[in-house]
């Protein structure tokens, strides 16, 4: 069954740090374009970033997380990570893994893990 | 940055009832790379449309996308009482999604 599994959120303080997991099962995570995708309560959907397949070389950013956030693979695991970094409080957001086989649309999406960022 | 801006916001409709739902970017958006997602209350969104035509795997045939250049729809035929939800355009890739607009039961 093809499925990623987002895990890492929780809540975390002004200035804080989080790092986000998604593994992916039934497909081989290094063969796909991987991103991460943020939703904040009530809102749409913002792009976070995005790591390309086989060698990863082409790494994107939002520019409001650019600097912060770092989007790294670990194709022993099957896994993508987002560590976040400097965290603010309009980071708070359901945290989404998609996956792209073709890079022309995220056709894989996990559940979401909740970052909340309050003290 | 192109940006892509969804209407209506919000869509009141009743089941049986056909949608029309526009996405119109700021500059021209290449059309292999435009793409629907509908997403239910707390639900992961779910790929519908992609390459602005191109129904995802599953997809009933009443969902239907078109348009190129700056101008895109997405059309459900028929409305079934699961298809009321928000629905997002996206150029894939590394730029935003639209505002997203939400079809809700009349």
């Known amino acids: 069954q093809v499925q990623l599994v987002e895990s890492g959120g929780g809540l975390v303080k002004p200035g804080g740090s989080r790092r986000l997991s998604c593994v992916a099962s039934g497909f081989t995570v290094s063969d796909y374009y991987m991103s991460w995708i943020r939703q904040a309560p009530g809102k749409g959907l913002e792009w976070v970033s995005y790591i390309s397949s086989h060698d990863g070389a082409t790494i994107y950013y939002a520019d409001s997380v650019k600097g912060r956030f770092t989007i790294s693979r670990d194709n022993t695991e099957n896994s993508v990570y987002l560590q976040m970094n400097i965290l603010r409080a309009e980071d708070t957001a359901v945290y989404y893994c998609?996956?792209?086989?073709?890079?022309?649309?995220?056709?894989?999406w996990g559940q979401g893990t909740v970052v909340t960022v309050s003290s | 940055e192109i940006v892509l801006t969804q209407s209506p916001g919000t869509l009141s409709l009743s089941p049986g009832d056909r949608a029309t739902l526009s996405c119109r970017a700021s500059?021209?958006?290449?059309?292999?790379?435009l793409a629907w997602y509908q997403q239910k209350p707390g639900q992961a969104p779910r790929l519908l449309i992609y390459?602005?035509?191109r129904r995802a795997t599953g997809i009933p045939d009443r969902f239907s996308g078109s348009g190129s250049g700056t101008d895109f729809t997405l059309t459900i035929s028929r409305l079934e009482p699961e298809d009321f939800a928000v629905y997002y355009c996206q150029q894939y890739g590394y730029s935003p999604f639209g505002g997203g607009t939400k079809v809700e039961i009349k």
């Open positions: 998609a996956a792209s086989e073709a890079d022309n649309a995220f056709d894989i």
């Open positions: 390459g602005a035509s």
């Open positions: 500059q021209i958006v290449s059309s292999s790379y």
